[in-house]
């Protein structure tokens, strides 16, 4: 059975530091991975996948990931983090059968503070 | 491209009442989802559609939860007798056609108040 896990329920970062959070999973073969991000009353948007090929994604507002196979990983990481990124981030994992569905993460709250 | 459009923004009703929601996917976009999303928790998927045909209800309470996209565009969800525990953010999702790695695009969601 597919599952992703987000271990830190908040994270806390200064304006201007790098931040990271975190996101493992377990899936049946080969993955497609995903970080969608929700700000306040709003739906989620997509912020980057990866599918296959390079380990580092690019995505939106200057986030990227890390897809690490041996450690089922993807950690979501931004060098230099804004106040305007504090919002709810959720990973969602999808196998690659037709029969596979989305699953998302139960979500991290990042904080970014001025 | 005109996003997903859900209405109402916000329902408050009593126990054992009816509600429906509605969802307009993007122009072109062949599968829709229906995800509840309970407070302080990720979404979770009630219903997909491909075209006008159910793809997985798997998780629907089909006792009181339905769903329909008769003209594979617009969606309705309807949830008839709510309870206390349906209270949450109700989720409209579309992507492309067939792609298992096609990010979704949400809608901003119903907040469901059941008292």
């Known amino acids: 059975a597919q599952s992703v896990a987000q271990p830190e329920d908040q994270v806390n970062v200064a304006e201007g530091n790098p931040l990271t959070v975190k996101c493992t999973y377990s899936?049946?073969?080969?993955?497609?991975l995903f970080w969608y991000v929700q700000y306040p009353n709003r739906g989620l948007q997509f912020l980057l996948k990866y599918i296959t090929g390079d380990n580092l994604v690019k995505g939106s507002y200057g986030f990227e990931a890390e897809f690490n196979k041996s450690q089922t990983s993807f950690h979501l990481k931004k060098p230099s983090a804004l106040v305007s990124d504090s919002a709810l981030y959720f990973c969602?994992?999808?196998?690659?059968?037709?029969?596979?569905?989305?699953?998302f993460g139960s979500g991290t709250r990042l904080s970014i503070r001025p | 491209e005109a996003g997903v459009a859900q209405s109402p923004r916000y329902k408050i009703i009593e126990k054992r009442q009816s509600v429906a929601f509605w969802c307009n996917p993007i122009?072109?976009?062949?599968?829709l989802y229906w995800y509840q999303q309970i407070l302080g928790q990720g979404p979770k998927l009630l219903i997909q559609f491909q075209n006008n045909g159910v793809v997985d209800d798997s998780q629907l309470p089909k006792d009181r939860f339905s769903a329909e996209r008769l003209k594979g565009v617009d969606s309705t969800l309807k949830i008839q007798p709510a309870k206390l525990e349906d209270s949450a953010v109700y989720l409209c999702a579309s992507s492309a056609l067939g792609q298992n790695n096609s990010p979704l695009h949400f809608g901003n969601g119903t907040r469901l108040t059941v008292t």
């Open positions: 969602a994992v999808r196998g690659r059968s037709s029969a596979s569905k989305i699953i």
């Open positions: 899936v049946s073969g080969n993955p497609y």
């Open positions: 122009s072109g976009h062949a599968t």
